[in-house]
Nanobody, 124 residues
Framework: QVQLVESGGGLVQSGGSLRLSCAAS????????MGWFRQAPGKEREFVAA????????EYGNSVKGRFTISRDIAKNTLYLQMDSLQPEDSAVYYC?????????????????WGQGTQVTVSS
């Protein structure tokens, strides 16, 4: 099981930007994709973005399309989420996750490894 550690969260004003990072404990031959999910108080965990590890193809949740960019550095075994034009509704704990097989990358239950989360708060 891979250990995932998120960082880069914080407090930002509406319209601002943050970049989140997710460092994996070790490289893996079996990783297919990684993704970002978020969860606000009282709400279900929501799909944000995902990227296939080898090919780099991306998917985004409708609420973040055009504002967030997911990327990865294979050599550093690190996942990133660049968040621009942040709005108060983006406030949540952001989690990175990893999966070993393909399919619908937006399905939370198909991810086997999860980080502890990093808090993002956007003020108005």
């Amino acid at each position: 099981q891979v250990q995932l550690v998120e960082s880069g969260g914080g407090l930002v004003q509406s319209g601002g930007s943050l970049r989140l990072s997710c460092a994996a404990s070790r490289r893996t031959f079996s990783r297919v994709a990684m993704g970002w999910f978020r969860q606000a108080p009282g709400k279900e965990r929501e799909f944000v973005a995902a990227i296939t590890w080898s090919g780099g193809s991306t998917e985004y949740g409708n609420s973040v399309k055009g504002r967030f960019t997911i990327s990865r550095d294979i050599a550093k075994n690190t996942l990133y989420l660049q968040m621009d034009s942040l709005q108060p509704e983006d406030s949540a704990v952001y989690y990175c996750a990893s999966r070993r097989y393909g399919g619908n990358l937006a399905v939370l239950g198909d991810y086997g490894d999860w980080g502890q989360g990093t808090q993002v708060t956007v003020s108005s």
